[in-house]
């Protein structure tokens, strides 16, 4: 009787073992064909030049600026309203309706669909208040975006503080606002810039809520101002792959910007991991 | 009387990585008696239990060497069936952990993954249990209610009851008393007793009065060594160590 | 006196931008409404939703989105098959089985998967996945539902995967020790005990996950087929209600009832996972995570 149920208790790990497995293989099944099909794409003049000959040549300097400038839009706006956030929620909050109401808001937002974003970023952004396809309209509606984000990541990093610090600092006559900005956020800070850099990479690689919003096909000029229509990366795979003049013959350009791609996203993934570890090594947390 | 070994161990060694928890822990259990290990906070009473039925392995690191057996068998023995030995040790924790189940479906837990299928037999044995535990006349009116609902007391013993259900050969208590107020230590004491007529217990305690009122030996640990161990009114009376009476008098710990 | 002034204000200062989430999303909700009802004036919300022809180009025009809401659903269902055993599975091998040296690698493992880029993955699926699957089950093209569904399921594993680990991880000690106590194996105590004690955490996971798979664009935009038809078989091509907003928000002109019904169709995907996030909310909320016996 127990050989049979120790039987089939190793036929399930096994079964278990297996489905690891394949999310193993499909990852590095895509990895595998993105890194061999798109490394031949990259060179020095990729990198740095504007396409050419209907993307058939050229490079992907244009998309990288593109995408860096959306990037910064949205950090510089949904940090800081995402910290605050954080703070009122770990920090001031007493339990109740309207924390409940606040936290409803929040996951809701971070369930809506990405093409949803989209369409309010057009109908808002754009159309209202007028700002047309831009680097601030679509920042703007990428920041949307990121907002649950990085309030997650910032109320775990405030949840992590230990609450003697807090003790302390109010024992000594300190208000709570001074407690906050001085003993708090400090400790806090590694977790919160970690969160920020991972809800970052997110927005990097996402397409719909900027394909009406602030990424175009091609435009001759790099961004000047945030009123800038611009090119981006995930928008320029897309582009080349579905609706280009010449798909087949700039395949090996969309693998190389898929490439580019996951190169920035991976990346900032791991300067994240690893400012986060530096810094807690820092602080003795 | 006749003295039957249920359990002993001998030079008993234990390890979490580097660190030594227990240095060569001999001692002999004799069917049907209780056995109380008593010792300071830390002195690794409840390391020396969780080795009796092999807990321990659960954590990962460990290492142990020297022997233990139920019945002269060496229960770390690679060939040894550890689910089968954990039914036929049972164990009572600290805190009560009751399933989130009804009461029938904890004390019915062990059987059917044990393998018994019959459904009679089954309610029988959940009866016989909880009367074993003497809790039957206050739960059998509401056994299909939440475990969750009776109190810190009543809980432990019905997770007794669970214990028992698997019909095991020695019941393994770690503090079993610790967490609940006096009236339910009482009737846990008494139940211990009852019970042991049929069972071979080993209680982890740190209450020595309680050691000396219901154990028939007793065993000292001190940082990992078995000091002594002895018949209880003798340790208690006349102990053999200037250490074991520094404790008793509460000189220490 | 003057700093518990400042410190009242601060508070309520951060109140003020706490509230900013959920202004944000009733004016999302506020705008979707202002740009989509008006498309109600042309077409009743019962043709609107049942009418199976989405022919928004031709005069006069249809707008019934059935097919379009059952190739989400069906894409959406697909995944699901998949991706939950998956996502189920590497939580519980995470969270109980593993080793602590391969979960180091198993875990970084399901955070790549979840920072690829949607449209890396689409992409994938419309150049390898598609020529491989059409020549495999020989089928006359290889961009449809089957093809979405395997890079949704993708997608929403990791999603899956990470919340319920939580679940599982949350389990008490205790719990765990009275089933291997009374001689259960780890299997039965998984199946027996840990399960049931993590179910609303694995079905808020589940839900989550579908939730992605339902609102996911790029993907469905990318491999799915873009026939607006009601799917036959799974090797039909399908257009999901994401994929059918891209790919005609840019031709559609501004304000036309085209436009009016785009935002419609984001009014009923908003919905969609509206209800989703309600769910899973609800269900977090109600069963609360089990814990140990209380005194």
Known sequence: MIKKRVFIQNTWFSIFKIAVLINGAALAVILFFIVSRGWRAISWEFLTQAPRDSMT?????????????????????????????????????????????????????????SIVFGLFGLAF??????????????????????LPVIIGASEEALKSVPNTYREASLAMGATKWQTIRKVVLPVAFPGIITGSILGISRAAGETAPIMYTGAVFFTPDLPTSIMDEVMALPYHIYVLATAGTHIEATRHLQYGTALVLIVLVLGMNLAAIILRSKMRKKLRI | MESNIKMHTKNLDFFYGNFQALHTVSIEFTQNQVTALIGPSGCGKSTYLRCLNRMNDLISGIRVEGQAMLDN?????????????????????????????????NIAYGLKVNG?????????????????????EEVKDRMNDSSLGLSGGQQQRLCIARALAVDPEVLLMDEPASALDPIATQKIEELITELSSK?????????????????????FFYMGKLIEVNDTDTLFTKPGLKQTEDYITGRFG | MKR?????????????????????????????????????????????????????????ADFGILALILGSVSVTFLSGIMAIPLGIMTAIYLAEIAPPTVAEIVKPIVELMASMPSVVI?????????????????????????NASLMLAFMAVPTICSISEDAVFSVPTALKEASFALGATHFETIVKIIIPASLSGICTAVILGLSRAVGETMVVLMAAGGAAMIPGSIFDPVRP?????????????????????????????????LIFNLIADFLSHKFRQVGEASL
């Open chain 1, 125 to 146: 952004f754009c159309i209202v208040l007028k700002m047309g396809v831009s680097v601030a309209a679509g920042g703007l509606t990428l920041g949307l975006m990121t």
């Open chain 2, 116 to 136: 018994v299928k019959d459904k009679a037999k089954i309610t029988e044995i959940v009866e016989k249990s909880l009367k074993q535990a003497a809790i039957w």
């Open chain 3, 122 to 146: 689409g992409f994938f699926g419309m150049v390898v996945v598609a020529p491989f699957i059409q020549k495999l089950f020989n089928i006359p093209v290889g961009l449809n539902m089957f």
């Open chain 2, 73 to 105: 068998i060496d229960i770390y023995d690679p060939s040894i069936d550890v689910v089968t030995l954990r039914r036929r040790v049972g164990m009572v924790f600290q805190k009560p952990n009751p399933f989130p189940k009804s009461i029938f479906e």
């Open chain 3, 241 to 273: 209600l994401p994929a059918s907003i891209a790919a005609e928000m840019a031709e559609a002109p501004f304000r036309s009832e085209h436009y009016h019904a785009l935002f419609a169709i984001g009014i009923v995907l908003f919905l969609f996972t």
């Open chain 3, 4 to 60: 518990q002034h400042i410190d009242k204000g601060v508070r309520s200062g951060f109140l003020l931008i706490a509230l900013f989430s959920i202004t944000a999303l009733s004016l999302i909700m506020i705008f979707l409404f202002i740009e989509g009802l008006p498309i109600f004036d042309h077409v009743s919300i019962k043709e609107f939703i049942f009418g199976k022809y989405w022919y928004p180009t031709d005069d006069p």
């Open chain 2, 199 to 219: 069972l071979t217990i080993i209680i982890v305690t740190h209450n020595m009065q309680q050691a000396a009122r219901i154990s028939d030996r007793t065993a």
């Open chain 1, 57 to 113: 040549a050229g490079g992907i300097l244009p998309c990288i600026v593109g995408t860096v400038s959306l990037c910064l839009v949205t950090i510089l706006v949904a940090l800081p309203i995402g910290v605050a956030s954080a703070i009122y929620l770990n920090e001031y909050a007493t339990q109740g309706k309207l924390v409940r109401v606040i936290r409803l808001g929040i996951n809701n937002l971070a369930g809506v669909p």
